[in-house]
C-alpha cells in the first residue's frame, strides 16, 4: 500500500503543475499584467508610472511563460508563471496583492470557522439521509415512499438561496431564535452556527437522501438479502445489518473525497451569514482579481481533491476486504 | 407533550433576547454599532484613497484641517492645527508657501512603537503575538516633524501613493526625492529612514511650525491638508513595524494605524469585525457651537462645547450582503444604516407631490431619515474623437445636444434610483462654488423654466435637432442609412437587463438604433484609454468642494487619449481650457462665477456629456443616535456621534422577543408524520407470510 500512495503523491505533481497552469492561462486570457495593477491601484489618479511601479514590485514586469531575452534556464525560469507557481509546492503562498496581507497567515485565520461550519454540516447531514433513506426504503413501493421522494424531489428542486434567504427570514427576523449573521470564536460561535447548519442539512436532504435511498434499494434486491429473510430474520435487522453494512462501499465513495474538500467552506453560506472561512475568501479574491490569493486556494482545493481521491481507495481497502491496493 | 409544555415555559419565561449577535458582556454599555461591507485593502493614509478605508482611517489619523461638521457649505476649519494656513507667494509669484503652526500638547494614542524596547524585538516574540496591543504601550507629544515625515512618505518607493503624481507637480522637491529614494532603497535595509533624505520643499521652521513650499500657485492644496494624506506619521511607528516577522503575522502599518485622533483600532479582523475603542490621550475637542440654520432645532448644537468623542467604542462588523445588514439594522443590532434597493418601499414612501417620508413601520420604531446629495456626479459621455458622435462641427454638436434632450435622466433616476437622484444641469456638484440654482442653473439646451421647476424640453425639440444634424427620422440624410450609435458600458449580470431596454427606448425615440457594448471593468478601461469607446457612463466624487475639482475633468490638458488625464471625453475647446487656467487659481468671487458660468455654457453647448445625474444619499438611523448629520467631505464623524444605550437596550429586548410557538409546531408536526410509519412498520412486523 506505501508503494500505492507514494506512486499517487508523484502523480499529483503533474496534475497539480497543470491545473496551475490551467489557472494561469484562464486568468491572464481575461487580465493583462496591467489590468491587474489597475485593480488593485484604484481607479482615482492612477498614472503609468505608478502601474510600471507595482508590477516591477509583484512580479509582473516579467514576459508570461517565455521569457526570450533572458539567457539558458532563464527563458523558462525568469518568467511571471514560474516565479509565481514554483513557491506553491513548498506551501509558500506569499501576500496578497490586493491588501499585502499574508495569505498563509489569513488561511490559518479562517479555516477554524470554514470547518466549524462544514463538519456539522456534514455529519449531521450525513446521519439525517441515511436515516431518512433508509426509512423510504424500508417503507418501500409504500405511500410514505411515494411521498418521501416527491419531498426529496421538490427540495432539491429549491435553490439553496431560497433555503439561505427563507431561513434567515422566518428563524432570524420573524422567531429572533438566533442571530441573521455574524460570528464569533469559541463557544459563541454556537449561536452563530445553528442556523446555517440547520440550512445546511436541510438543503442536502433532497439530493442525499434520494441517492442512499436508491443505493439501498439495489442492495435490498440482492440474494444475500433475500437469503437473510429466508431465515426468518426481522426486516429490521435485514436493513441495518446487512443491507446497510454493504450500501457502505458506494456511500464511501462519495463521502470521503469530499472530507478533504469541508475545508475550502462555503462559498455561498458563508457570505450570506458572515463567517469568515476560506469560501468568502476565495470570492473575495475572485472579486478584487487577486491572483496571487486565486491561485493559492485552487492549488489548496486541487491538492485536497487529490488527498481525497487517495483517501477514498484506501477506505476500499477497510470497508471491503476483497480491494487490495498495489 | 411534555416537550410543548417546556417550550410554553420557556417562551413564558424568557424575557431575554436570544439573536443578539454581540456578547452579553457588552449589552448597555456606550457603543456605537456598525458595518462594513468591503474588507479595506489599505489603512495606510499615505496609500488609503477610498471611503470606505476613511471610515476607519480618519478616527486615527488627525491632518491638520478638517471639514466643520455642521456648517454648509464646506468649510475648512483647524484640526490639529492652530489655524487654517495662509497663502504666501514668494519669489514674484513662483512659489507660494503654506506656514502650518500645530497646537502643543497633543499626544499619540498609547502605542508599543512609542515604547523603546519595542523596536527590537525578538522574531519569536511576533510570532506568538496577538496583537501588537499585547506589548507594553507608551506614548509622545506630536510635533511638526510627524507631518513632514508623512510627506516624505508620499515619496516612499515601498508605498503607492495614488497622489505623489499630482504632489510631484506642486511641492517642490517631491518628485526628486522618489527619484533620489527609488536609487538609495535597495531592500536591504530593514526600515528605510526617511529622516535621513531632505525634501527641499518642506522644512521645519520650530518644534510645532512646519512650511510647505508650491511651485507656482495652487489654492486647492489647502483642501488635502485636510485629508489623511496629510496626516501626522510617527517615525517611530515605521520603524516598529518593519521589523522582521511583522509582515507575517500581517502586523503592518497598513493594518494597524497610529494617530493622535480619538480612536484607536484595537481589533483589526477585516473579514469579520474592526474595533475603534477612545483614544485614553485624546485632547477632548469640543463639539462645535454654531451650525447651519436647522441645526439647532434639529437637535444637533445640543452638546455644544462637550469633549469628544461621545462613544467609548465604535464595532464594526462586516457584512458582505445587503439582506442581513437590513433586517439587523431593523431589530436595533446596527444603530444606523443606508437603504439597499429591495427594500426601498419598505422604509421609504413618496407622497404624490413627490415629498420623501418613511413608511409608517419606520416611524414607529422612532427611526430618522436623512437625505443629501453627493457631491458626486456620473454622466453619459461622448468620445470627442469619435467619428460619428465627436468632433467640434454643427453637425455633431447638434446630434449630442438632441441626445441630451432625450435621455430622461429624470425617468432614470424614478426606475433604477427610487428617486434618489438629482438630474445633472452642469459638470458641478450641489453645494460647490459655481453652480447655479433655480431657473438660472437649467441646462437650457435640454431644459427650460416651467411653473417654478426645470421641465426637459419635448421630444420634438430633439427631433428637430436630429434632422438638423443630418438625420431625420434617425436616418443619415445622403445614404438612407440608420444611425447606429454603441454605448460601452460595465455590466453586473442579468440584472441589468432593464437598465440595457431603457437606454435603447431613449435613443429609439429618435430612431436611433443603440447597441449596447457589456463589457467587464478592465476591457471598458482600456477603450477609454485608447478612444475606441463610442458613449460610455462613468462618475466623478469630490476629492474637494472646490469647481476645479469638478470642472477640470473637461480640461484639454486632462484629456485621457493624448495625457491620460481624468477627462475621459478627451473634449478640447481652447476658450474652455484659458478660463479653466484662468478659474482654477482663482478665491471664490463674482469674477470666478462669471468665469464658471461662462464654462458651464461651453459644456452645455458643445455637450461632451450628454447629461448625467448627483446620487441623493439616503441614510437611516435608529431614535438612540444623536448629533448624525451627513457630510460627504469629511469621514471623521464617529466623534460627534452619541448613543442612548440603555433606551437602545430597552428598545432591543422589546423588538426581538423569541417567538417559540413555531418551533413547537414543528416539533408536533414531526412526530405526527411519524406515526403512520410507526404504524405501518408495527403492521407488517405482525403481517403473516402470504401464501405462494
Sequence with gaps: MLAYIVRRTLYAIPILVGINLITFALFFLVNTPDDVARMQLGVKRVTPEAIQKWKAEHGYDRPLLWNGTAPGAGKFTDTLFFRKSVKLFVLDFGSAEADNRDIASEIRARMGPSLALAIPVFLVGLAVNITFALGMAFFRATYLDFWGVILCVAMMSISSLFYIIGGQFLISKLWHLVPISGYAGGLDAVKFLVLPVLIGVVGGIGAGSRWYRTLFLEEMGKDYVRTARAKGLAESTVMFRHVLQNALIPILTGVVVVIPLLFMGSLLTESFFGIPGLGSYTIDAIQAQDFAVVRAMVFIGSVLYIVGLLLTDISYTLVDPRVRLA | ?692
Design chain 2, 1 to 692: 407533550m411534555r416537550w410543548i409544555l417546556l417550550l410554553g415555559l420557556l417562551a413564558a419565561g424568557c424575557a431575554d433576547v436570544w439573536n443578539d449577535p454581540y456578547p452579553a458582556a457588552e449589552r448597555g454599555r456606550n457603543i456605537l454599532y456598525s458595518a462594513f461591507t468591503e474588507r479595506p485593502k489599505h489603512l495606510d493614509p499615505v496609500q488609503s484613497y477610498t471611503s470606505d478605508e476613511a471610515e476607519f482611517t480618519q478616527q486615527v489619523y488627525e491632518p491638520p484641517l478638517q471639514y466643520h461638521y455642521l456648517k454648509r457649505p464646506y468649510e475648512l476649519v483647524p484640526l490639529t492645527a492652530a489655524e487654517v494656513p495662509q497663502p504666501v507667494t514668494s519669489q514674484g509669484g513662483r512659489y507660494t508657501v503654506y506656514t502650518i503652526r500645530i497646537r502643543p500638547g497633543i499626544r499619540y494614542q498609547p502605542h508599543p512603537a512609542f515604547v523603546p524596547q519595542n523596536q527590537d524585538l525578538a522574531r519569536a516574540r511576533i510570532e506568538r503575538l496577538a496583537s501588537p496591543y499585547a506589548l507594553p504601550l507608551g506614548t509622545r507629544e506630536l510635533t511638526a516633524d510627524d507631518y513632514i515625515y508623512q510627506i516624505k512618505r508620499l515619496a516612499s518607493p515601498r508605498l503607492h501613493s495614488p497622489i505623489l503624481g499630482l504632489m510631484s507637480q506642486y511641492v517642490a522637491g517631491l518628485g526628486d526625492l522618489a527619484e533620489r529614494l527609488r536609487k538609495f532603497d535597495t531592500r536591504k535595509g530593514d526600515w528605510l529612514d526617511l529622516r535621513k533624505h531632505r525634501l527641499e520643499g518642506v522644512e521645519k521652521v520650530d518644534r510645532y511650525t512646519y512650511r510647505i513650499r508650491l511651485k507656482g500657485r495652487y489654492p486647492q492644496f489647502v483642501y488635502w491638508l485636510a485629508m489623511p494624506f496629510f496626516a501626522a506619521m510617527p517615525w517611530e511607528a515605521e520603524k516598529f513595524f518593519a521589523q522582521p516577522g511583522m509582515a507575517e503575522r500581517n502586523f503592518t502599518l497598513d493594518w494597524w494605524p497610529v494617530g493622535t485622533g480619538p480612536y484607536m483600532l484595537t481589533e483589526n479582523n477585516p473579514n469579520a469585525r474592526m474595533v475603534l475603542e477612545r483614544n485614553p490621550n485624546f485632547r477632548g475637542e469640543p463639539y462645535p457651537a454654531a451650525g447651519e440654520p436647522g441645526d439647532a432645532a434639529a437637535g444637533l448644537l445640543a452638546d455644544a462645547g462637550k469633549p469628544m468623542p461621545f462613544v467609548d467604542r465604535v464595532v464594526f462588523s462586516r457584512e458582505k450582503e445587503s439582506i442581513p445588514l437590513w433586517n439587523k439594522f431593523l431589530q436595533g443590532y446596527y444603530d444606523a444604516a443606508g437603504i439597499p434597493s429591495d427594500t426601498f418601499d419598505q422604509a421609504v414612501r413618496v407622497s404624490v407631490g413627490g415629498e420623501v417620508g418613511l413608511t409608517p413601520e419606520m416611524e414607529a420604531k422612532g427611526i430618522r431619515l436623512r437625505t443629501a446629495v453627493e457631491p458626486t456626479i456620473f454622466y453619459l459621455g461622448v468620445n470627442m474623437l469619435d467619428a460619428a458622435v465627436g468632433g467640434s462641427s454643427a453637425r455633431a454638436r447638434k446630434l449630442r445636444q438632441a441626445l441630451a434632450i432625450a435621455v430622461d435622466w429624470e425617468e432614470y433616476i424614478s426606475i433604477f434610483l427610487n428617486g434618489r437622484g438629482r438630474v445633472a444641469q452642469d459638470p458641478l456638484a450641489p453645494g460647490i462654488f459655481g453652480q447655479r440654482t433655480g431657473r438660472e442653473g437649467i441646462d437650457p439646451v435640454t431644459h427650460e423654466w416651467q411653473n417654478g421647476r426645470a421641465e426637459r424640453r419635448p421630444i420634438g425639440e430633439a427631433r428637430k435637432l436630429l434632422a438638423e444634424a443630418g438625420y431625420p427620422d434617425g436616418r443619415d440624410a445622403k445614404t438612407g442609412a440608420p444611425l447606429v450609435l454603441y454605448l460601452d458600458t460595465v455590466g453586473r449580470g442579468p440584472g441589468d437587463k432593464p437598465r440595457f431596454d431603457w437606454w435603447r427606448r431613449q435613443f429609439a425615440r429618435l430612431s436611433i438604433q443603440l447597441e449596447i457594448r457589456d463589457t467587464d471593468w478592465n476591457r471598458f478601461q482600456e477603450k477609454i484609454r485608447k478612444g475606441s469607446q463610442q458613449l460610455y457612463i462613468l462618475g466623478w466624487n469630490a476629492d474637494y468642494p472646490d469647481p476645479e475639482n469638478f470642472l477640470f475633468l473637461l480640461a484639454g490638458a486632462q484629456a485621457r487619449v493624448p495625457h491620460g488625464g481624468e477627462n475621459t471625453s478627451n473634449f478640447v475647446n481652447p476658450e474652455y481650457d484659458a478660463l479653466f487656467e484662468r478659474m482654477k487659481d482663482m478665491p471664490n468671487s463674482p469674477e470666478r462665477q462669471a468665469i464658471i458660468d461662462r464654462m458651464v455654457d461651453i459644456v452645455r453647448r458643445d455637450a461632451p456629456w450628454i447629461g448625467g445625474f448627483h446620487p441623493v444619499a439616503y441614510s437611516l438611523s435608529h431614535a438612540w443616535v444623536m448629533n448624525g448629520k451627513p457630510n460627504s467631505m469629511a469621514r471623521n464623524s464617529l466623534k460627534y456621534v452619541r448613543v442612548d444605550a440603555d433606551r437602545r437596550a430597552a428598545l432591543r429586548r422589546e423588538w426581538n422577543r423569541p417567538v417559540l410557538w413555531p418551533a413547537g409546531l414543528l416539533l408536533v408536526l414531526l412526530v405526527a408524520s411519524a406515526v403512520p410509519a410507526v404504524l405501518s412498520y408495527r403492521r407488517r412486523e405482525r403481517m403473516a407470510a402470504k401464501p405462494a
